[in-house]
């Protein structure tokens, strides 16, 4: 009996350390990012997107592509302005576990098994500008394609900061049908390549 009660302690216990510490993640990650409209920028292009693919009329649907330029090139400079705020808090708080399980200051107690959010999202910034850009002259239906994978990966990392990498697919799968894996394959080579080698553990 009292072995139960220990364990129950000890798991209350670490519950509310791992509460504490996502909690403080969340409220920095939200500090910044509550100053723009990055998702909002994000909802309006997925559902443009969507639009313009259902859209039959070809000249119709081209008008839909160019209105859609408007909100990439706004997404964009808002997110540049997002890392380079973000790019000023200190390396420790922005540290993320690469353990799968969310495990309580996992990124201070383990530090070797971590890596930088500053360094991820100015990769997802380069990322992004290129894809709105449409520096590899795709088609619009491939830019589309390309530049939703570049968001969605964000989201991830951002997820992944919050809480864990686990927690972070998941939502990833449930908000957008779509794996970890078929996002980090539709990304471009360039990102696909330094996101890997920053956050291989």
Same mark, same amino acid.
């Given at each position: /009996? =009292?072995? +139960? @009660?220990?364990?129950?302690?000890? $798991?209350? !216990?670490?519950?509310a350390?791992?509460? #504490?510490? &996502?909690?403080?993640r969340?409220?920095l990650?939200?500090?910044?990012?509550?100053k723009?409209?990055?998702?909002?920028? /994000? =909802?309006? +292009? @997925?559902?443009?997107?969507?639009r $313009?693919? !259902?859209?039959?009329d070809?000249?119709? #649907?081209a &008008?839909?592509?160019?209105?859609?330029?408007?909100?990439?090139?706004?997404?964009?400079?808002?997110?540049?302005?997002?890392?380079t705020?973000?790019s000023?808090?200190?390396?420790?708080?922005?540290?993320?576990?690469?353990?799968a399980?969310?495990?309580?200051?996992?990124?201070?107690?383990?530090?070797s098994?971590?890596?930088?959010l500053?360094?991820?999202?100015?990769?997802h910034?380069h990322?992004i500008?290129?894809?709105?850009n449409?520096?590899a002259?795709?088609?619009p239906?491939?830019?589309?394609f390309?530049?939703s994978a570049?968001?969605?990966?964000?989201?991830h990392?951002?997820?992944?900061?919050?809480?864990?990498?686990?927690?972070a697919?998941?939502?990833?799968?449930?908000?957008?049908?779509?794996?970890y894996?078929?996002?980090?394959?539709s990304?471009?080579?360039?990102?696909?390549?330094?996101?890997?080698?920053?956050?291989?553990?």
């Amino acid at each position: /009996m =009292e072995i +139960l @009660t220990l364990l129950m302690a000890l $798991a209350i !216990g670490i519950y509310a350390l791992k509460s #504490r510490d &996502q909690n403080r993640r969340i409220a920095l990650l939200g500090t910044h990012l509550g100053k723009y409209q990055i998702e909002q920028l /994000m =909802e309006s +292009l @997925t559902e443009g997107y969507l639009r $313009a693919l !259902g859209e039959s009329d070809p000249e119709r #649907r081209a &008008q839909i592509w160019n209105l859609l330029s408007t909100t990439e090139t706004a997404l964009c400079e808002q997110f540049t302005r997002f890392v380079t705020e973000f790019s000023r808090v200190d390396e420790a708080d922005a540290r993320v576990s690469k353990l799968a399980l969310s495990v309580p200051y996992a990124a201070r107690l383990f530090p070797s098994l971590t890596f930088d959010l500053r360094k991820a999202l100015s990769i997802h910034a380069h990322g992004i500008s290129h894809a709105a850009n449409n520096t590899a002259d795709q088609t619009p239906r491939d830019k589309a394609f390309t530049l939703s994978a570049e968001l969605f990966l964000m989201q991830h990392t951002c997820h992944w900061f919050c809480r864990s990498k686990t927690v972070a697919s998941a939502r990833l799968l449930a908000r957008h049908k779509t794996s970890y894996a078929q996002v980090l394959a539709s990304v471009s080579p360039d990102t696909r390549k330094a996101y890997g080698t920053l956050t291989a553990g």
